[in-house]
C-alpha cells in the first residue's frame, strides 16, 4: 500500500475541486459587474475569495490530511497577516 | 490511515528518511507562514495607497476580464501540480513530467500575461514612481511574480532532472515541497486578484 494511496485524494476529486474553484472565480468575476449585489458585493467577494484560499489550502496542499503541526505553523502566518494589516492601517489613520 | 501511521509503520532503517521527511516538509510549513505574514504587510501597504493616485491613473486601468483569466491560468497550474505530486508518488514518473511541464507551462502564461499588463499600464502612464498606488501596486504584483518565476524554474529544474532519472520516488518529497511552494503562490495570487483588482473596479 502506498502513502498516497492511502493519505491522499484521488485524481477525480482533483478535478472536481478545480471545477468548483474555477466556478467560484466565474462568480467572483460576475458579481462584480452586477449592479444588485453592489451592498454585499465587498463581503461577498471576500468570502468567495476565503473559500477558494480554503479549498486549494485543504485539499490540493493536504492540509485536511497532514500533520496537525503543520496546520498550526500556517495558521500562525495567516492570522499572524490580520493583526499585522489592522495596525499598518490603524497606525496610517486608513481605518 | 494518517501518513504519520504510514511512515510510524516504515521498518527501522527507513527511521532517518521519516525524520528528514518530517523536518523538511515543517520547514517549507515555516516558510509559508512566514510569507503570509510578507504578502500579508504588502497587501496592507496596497489598500493604505489605494487611493492615492496624485495626477496619475488608477485602479480604473486594470481589466478585469483579462486578470481573470490570468487568474483562472494560475488557478489551474495549482491543479496539473497535484496531479504531478501524485503521479510521482505512484511511482509514474512519465506522468509527472508531463503534469510538472504543464504546471511550469501554465506559470510562463501567467507571466507572460503580467507582462503584458505592465507594460499596458507603463503605457497609460502608471509607472513605479508615478503615485504611491503605482509603487504599492508593481511592489506587490511585482514580488508575487518573481515568486512564480522562481516557481517556475524550480518545476522546469524538476522536469528536467525526471527525464535523466534523477527525480525517482526516494525524491518524490521535492516534488511535494515545491508543489507546497507553488500552492501558495496560486492562495496568495486568490488574495490579491479579489483585494487588488476585483475590489478597486
Not at chain 1, 17 to 27: E, F, Q, R
Not at chain 1, 65 to 88: C, E, K, T
Not at chain 2, 3 to 18: F, I, K, M, R, S
Not at chain 2, 89 to 111: I, K, N
Request: one cysteine or more; charged letters at 10%.
Amino acid at each position: 500500500m502506498t502513502l498516497a494511496a492511502t493519505t491522499h485524494p484521488t485524481p477525480r476529486l482533483y478535478w472536481m475541486i478545480a471545477l468548483i474553484l474555477a466556478v467560484v472565480t466565474a462568480a467572483e468575476v460576475g458579481a462584480s459587474y452586477v449592479d444588485a449585489v453592489e451592498p454585499v458585493l465587498v463581503p461577498l467577494l471576500l468570502v468567495l475569495g476565503a473559500v477558494k484560499f480554503g479549498i486549494v489550502v485543504a485539499f490540493f496542499m493536504h492540509l485536511k490530511f497532514d500533520r496537525p503541526l503543520f496546520r498550526s505553523l500556517f495558521l500562525v502566518g495567516v492570522f499572524g497577516a490580520i493583526p499585522l494589516f489592522v495596525v499598518v492601517l490603524l497606525t496610517f489613520g486608513a481605518l | 490511515m494518517t501518513t504519520d501511521t504510514v511512515l510510524d509503520a516504515l521498518p527501522p532503517e527507513h527511521g532517518e528518511e521519516h525524520d528528514v521527511h518530517h523536518i523538511r516538509k515543517t520547514a517549507m510549513w515555516v516558510f509559508l507562514g512566514s510569507e503570509c505574514i510578507f504578502f500579508g504587510s504588502m497587501i496592507s501597504t496596497f489598500l493604505l495607497y489605494r487611493t492615492t493616485t496624485g495626477d496619475g491613473p488608477g485602479a480604473e486601468l486594470f481589466n478585469v476580464p483579462f486578470t481573470s483569466a490570468s487568474s483562472f491560468v494560475l488557478l489551474m497550474s495549482s491543479l496539473t501540480m497535484v496531479l504531478a505530486h501524485h503521479a510521482f508518488e505512484r511511482h509514474d514518473t512519465r506522468q509527472g513530467r508531463v503534469w510538472l511541464s504543464a504546471t511550469a507551462l501554465l506559470g510562463a502564461t501567467f507571466l507572460a500575461g503580467q507582462i503584458f499588463e505592465f507594460t499596458e499600464f507603463v503605457h497609460s502612464g502608471l509607472t513605479l514612481s508615478t503615485s504611491p498606488f503605482g509603487s504599492s501596486f508593481y511592489m506587490l504584483t511585482g514580488f508575487h511574480g518573481a515568486h512564480v518565476a522562481i516557481g517556475v524554474m524550480m518545476l522546469t529544474a524538476m522536469a528536467i532532472l525526471s527525464t535523466s532519472g534523477r527525480l525517482h520516488h526516494g525524491r518524490g518529497l521535492n516534488v511535494e515541497l515545491v508543489g507546497l511552494y507553488w500552492h501558495f503562490v496560486d492562495i496568495v495570487w486568490i488574495v490579491i486578484f479579489t483585494v487588488v483588482y476585483l475590489l478597486q473596479v
